[in-house]
């Protein structure tokens, strides 16, 4: 029976990544507030939130800087854009303060409202870029498998899900994906990481050269794969990668909505990748969630290209009503301030080793087949058999069977594609909340496993 806000809600909203069909059964979860890493329900039961809401509030629940940081600029200036010219301090300031954390060298940000803006953008760039060189040929985009780079019909292309392209007539012409780098379901028998690696990059080269490298202007990738369940490529991963797209002058995207500000213990998950991208993508944790805001990270080569084909065309005509939003990049600067200030990134390392402790321990579960993450985010897959991998028949939803006694059990996770169970908590979780987590994690593993047989 669903109470009166559930019934409203299923009368009048259509959720995002939701089975449409059986929530108007259950009705939704409906949240009210939150401190901390913790978030309570309307009838006041308390969760804690083990996925950081969407892999974004990275600084918990009820900061009263964020809040405060928002209400002032509110006060002072809630608009104004950044179009033909004009532009105000809270942008300005950001940009510079993104530029001095960048992990590469950037020339220049863009700023936008979502992940899949950035990257949406990104692959603009990377087309308007190559017409002002003279290549206009040169155009294609490889993805991988399993990627996710967001919504838009451009990101979407970009995501390697069949869940973001059936019936939604994607992805566009002109995106390819190319293996994901999944050692533990795509290794061959006795193949070392470091040779799983070598043979991904030569599949990178191998698909460059079939589509024809004047053909292919950029790659695409999350230093860290998120939604695709949490994958961790080998460690020699990005170098190969690197050396392949030197070698054929294909630009290197890195997709850092998840990674970017301290998820892998890093400023930027490029770091602790060992990858060396031309530009990032940014969003999410930029804010805190606190505000919708993204970013792209421009190298001065690309930015050289922008500035001639814009002089050329009399115009650079690429821009979001609310790019560079004078309330969300205030809020930013604030977020990025609290980092800073708080030494957030070296307190995540810190947690590290506990998290990964009690990570690898869920290995031991009868249901767990490979227990994977690296720095504060994991990625849980079950399986029917651990000695051969069998996945459960995928109509059983054992991942999400597992997501909702979790929730009973007062913790939020997410499922995912192959039966993977996320968690990505926020940044400031404690060490008795890193316990907290995994304790419930398990006691819903083991309903799971009861509930199996
Ligand atoms: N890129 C990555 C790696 C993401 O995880 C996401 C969202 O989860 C996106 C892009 C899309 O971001 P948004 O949902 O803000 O459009």
């Known amino acids: 029976m669903l109470t009166n806000l559930q019934a409203r809600d299923v ?10 069909a059986t929530l108007r059964d259950t009705g939704p979860l409906i949240l009210e507030r939150g401190q901390g890493v913790w978030v309570h329900d309307v009838d006041g039961k308390p969760y804690l939130e083990g996925m ?32 033909g010219g004009k532009s105000h301090d809270p942008a300005i300031e ?48 490889i993805s991988r498998v399993r990627a996710y780079h967001g919504v838009t019909i451009a990101s979407a292309s970009l995501t390697g899900l069949a869940g973001n392209h059936n019936d939604f007539d994607l992805p566009i012409a002109g995106v390819r994906h190319t293996t994901s780098p999944h050692h533990y379901r795509l290794a061959l028998p006795g193949e070392s990481e470091e040779a799983f690696a070598t043979r991904l990059a030569a599949d990178l080269e191998a698909l460059i050269l079939a589509e024809g490298p004047d053909t292919v202007a950029a790659f695409i ?26 070698k054929y002058d294909v630009f290197f995207i890195a997709d850092e909505v998840i990674t970017g500000f301290g998820r892998l213990g890093t400023a930027f998950g490029s770091e602790a990748m060992e990858m060396k991208p031309d530009s990032i993508s940014v969003a999410k944790a930029l804010s805190s969630a606190y505000q919708p805001i993204g970013a792209v990270m421009i190298p001065e080569a690309m930015y050289q290209a922008l500035l001639e084909e814009s002089r050329k065309l009399g115009s650079f005509g690429h821009g979001f009503t609310y790019s560079g939003h004078p309330v969300a990049a205030a809020v930013a600067l604030k977020t990025l301030e609290i980092y800073d200030r708080e030494n957030v990134f070296e307190r995540v390392r810190a947690k590290i080793p506990q998290f990964d402790a009690r990570r690898a321990a869920l290995e031991d579960h009868p249901l767990v087949g490979e227990a994977r993450g690296k720095g504060l985010v994991a990625g ?30 007062g913790l939020i996770v997410r499922s ?38």
């Open 94 to 141: 950001l940009a510079e303060k993104l530029k001095e954390m960048a992990p590469v060298p950037i020339s220049k940000v863009f700023f936008t409202s979502s992940g899949s803006e950035a990257n949406d953008t990104q692959m603009k760039l990377v087309w308007y870029m190559n017409n002002a060189l003279g290549r206009p040929n040169k155009k294609k985009i």
């Open 52 to 83: 950081a809401g969407l892999w974004c509030t990275a600084l918990g629940y009820g900061n009263e800087e964020l809040v405060e940081a928002a209400a002032t600029q509110m006060r002072k200036l809630p608009f104004t854009h950044i179009f």
């Open 11 to 20: 009368e009048t909203l259509v959720h995002p990544y939701t089975n449409l």
């Open 416 to 453: 995912v594609f192959g039966d993977a169970v996320t968690i990505c908590p926020p940044l400031v979780i404690s060490p008795a909340e890193i316990d907290e987590l995994f304790d419930r994690l398990t006691r819903a593993l083991d309903r799971t496993l009861d509930w199996a047989v």
């Open 380 to 409: 849980i897959e079950l399986v029917a058999d651990k000695k051969t991998k069998a996945q459960f028949d995928p109509k059983l939803g054992m991942a999400a069977k597992c997501v909702a006694f979790a929730q009973e059990e």
């Open 221 to 246: 990738a999350e230093p860290v794969m998120g939604a695709g369940g949490v994958i961790v490529p080998p460690r020699t991963y990005y170098p190969k990668i690197k050396a392949v797209l030197e």
